[in-house]
């Protein structure tokens, strides 16, 4: 849902992110990180492009009649040769994200 009037004219995308971490998060220092993110997909939701949108599924339908005519249904792909969603076990006494590969939808 986007309260048109919170946004005013600024430019809304969502984004599938896989990120990967190959080393423990408090031997960053300096700068350092061992986190990578990759952007798989892009959509810009608002202001509504002239791009060609896919048909919205039949859930997408009903989630646009609870929310109101301020939502918007979007659609991002996965690549096809995507890494695998991988994630190692932390001992108990570990703090921090684990290291692995991971996917996450963030909006901006």
């Known amino acids: 849902h986007i309260d048109r009037e919170f946004v005013n004219d ?22 350092l990180s061992f986190r990578k993110e990759l952007i798989l997909s892009e959509v810009v939701l608002f202001p509504p ?15 646009m009649s609870k929310l109101g005519k301020n939502s ?12 695998t969603s991988v994630t190692l076990t932390m001992e108990p006494d570990e703090t921090g994200e684990p290291c692995g590969v991971q996917y996450f939808v963030r909006g901006q």
């Open 10 to 31: 600024k430019k809304i995308t969502v984004q599938l992110v896989c990120a990967f971490r190959y080393g423990k998060e408090s031997e960053e220092t300096m700068g």
């Open 49 to 63: 492009q002239d791009v060609t949108q896919p048909q919205p599924t039949r859930l997408q339908e009903r989630l």
């Open 72 to 83: 918007y249904p979007f659609h991002l792909d996965f690549p096809q040769h995507s890494p």
